[in-house]
């Protein structure tokens, strides 16, 4: 059995809303950056749509028609999930974003 790769690249995105932002971190799992993070949220969107979390991600993305419609972007690209977890509570520090409601370990 091959063991689970760690040094895959890892992307680190926002979702802007009319309040500030959410930062989140991706691994790279489909062909392009930009598919792996719209694969991540569309599972944003679902969970947000089917689940009746008041955490405020869920309460924006549930104002939208389409997750088409969400204003996604990504911050940086980083080698390694440790490092770019790390680098995730970093940028949160930094940001202090409006739609990060767990904020353990920054």
Avoid: Q
């Amino acid at each position: 059995m091959r063991a689970k790769r760690s040094d895959r690249n890892h992307i680190i995105y926002t979702i802007v809303g009319p309040e500030g932002c959410y930062v989140g971190v991706t691994a790279k799992t489909e062909t392009t950056v930009l598919k792996s993070v719209r694969a991540r949220i569309a599972k944003h969107f679902y969970r947000a749509k089917t689940e009746t979390k008041t955490w405020m991600l869920c309460e924006l993305l549930r104002s939208y028609a389409s997750k088409d419609d969400i204003d996604v972007r990504v911050l940086e690209i980083v080698r390694g999930k440790a490092a770019a977890h790390a680098r995730e509570r970093e940028i949160i520090r930094e940001l202090n974003p409006f739609y990060n409601t767990d904020k353990r370990g920054v």
